[in-house]
T-cell receptor, first 113, second 114 residues
Framework: NAGVTQTPKFQVLKTGQSMTLQCAQDMNHEYMSWYRQDPGMGLRLIHYSVGAGITDQGEVPNGYNVSRSTTEDFPLRLLSAAPSQTSVYFC????????????FGNGTRLTVT | KQEVTQIPAALSVPEGENLVLNCSFTDSAIYNLQWFRQDPGKGLTSLLLIQSSQREQTSGRLNASLDKSSGRSTLYIAASQPGDSATYLCAVLNYGGSQGNLIFGKGTKLSVKP
């Protein structure tokens, strides 16, 4: 199994550009989520989904959109990139239920100039 | 609002030592607590998950305990090895939260010297 796959691994954007970070999982997990990791701030939840067609906001959703048209895919869209969105982005997934561990992808390092 | 704290932020030990990493949380109404490992430039790998009804979990040289009433968890690493060098994060899932809504601490960076 590939687990959680994120693409691209690295990306440089200019302010105002838009792009989509891709996330796919092959474990048939119901839950998927996006976190950003910043030095001194830890991991913060951006958006999450409890199943296909259902999404909700996390702690820091502004400037980001998500959709969940299939169980496998959960793309994160940056609408108009800002330098404050420079970060490492992680996608994660798990089965439902409080006994299920969270599985992470290897991250996308995004720089906005 | 749930807050998760990990102390110390960094720890350096010689190989072979037993060590304890600490995690504290402010709201005891949690579904579970998870410990993760993060290697530089990589994602997080789940190490242990303790459900709210459990007191501890063990995997190999790792043992995690949970005391909900005091809002504390510890990760015990026995006979540490240089390969254990990484950042260790704990995270809690609150009652009423979905599985994707973990609250993370900022981690403890562990360095095990040969």
């Amino acid at each position: 199994n590939a687990g959680v796959t994120q693409t691209p691994k690295f990306q440089v954007l200019k302010t105002g550009q838009s792009m989509t970070l891709q996330c796919a999982q092959d474990m048939n997990h119901e839950y998927m989520s996006w976190y950003r990791q910043d030095p001194g701030m830890g991991l913060r939840l951006i958006h999450y989904s409890v199943g296909a067609g259902i999404t909700d906001q996390g702690e820091v959703p502004n400037g980001y959109n998500v959709s969940r048209s299939t169980t496998e895919d959960f793309p994160l869209r940056l609408l108009s990139a800002a330098p404050s969105q420079t970060s490492v982005y992680f996608c994660a997934s798990s089965y439902s239920g409080e006994g299920s561990a969270l599985h992470f992808g290897n991250g996308t390092r995004l720089t906005v100039t | 609002k749930q807050e998760v704290t990990q102390i110390p932020a960094a720890l350096s030990v010689p190989e072979g030592e037993n060590l304890v990493l600490n995690c504290s949380f402010t709201d005891s109404a949690i579904y579970n607590l998870q410990w993760f490992r993060q290697d530089p430039g990589k994602g997080l790998t789940s190490l242990l998950l303790i459900q709210s009804s459990q007191r501890e979990q063990t995997s190999g040289r790792l043992n995690a305990s949970l005391d909900k009433s005091s809002g504390r968890s510890t990760l015990y690493i026995a006979a540490s090895q240089p390969g254990d060098s990484a950042t260790y994060l704990c995270a809690v899932l609150n009652y009423g939260g979905s599985q994707g809504n973990l609250i993370f601490g900022k981690g403890t960076k562990l360095s095990v010297k040969p």
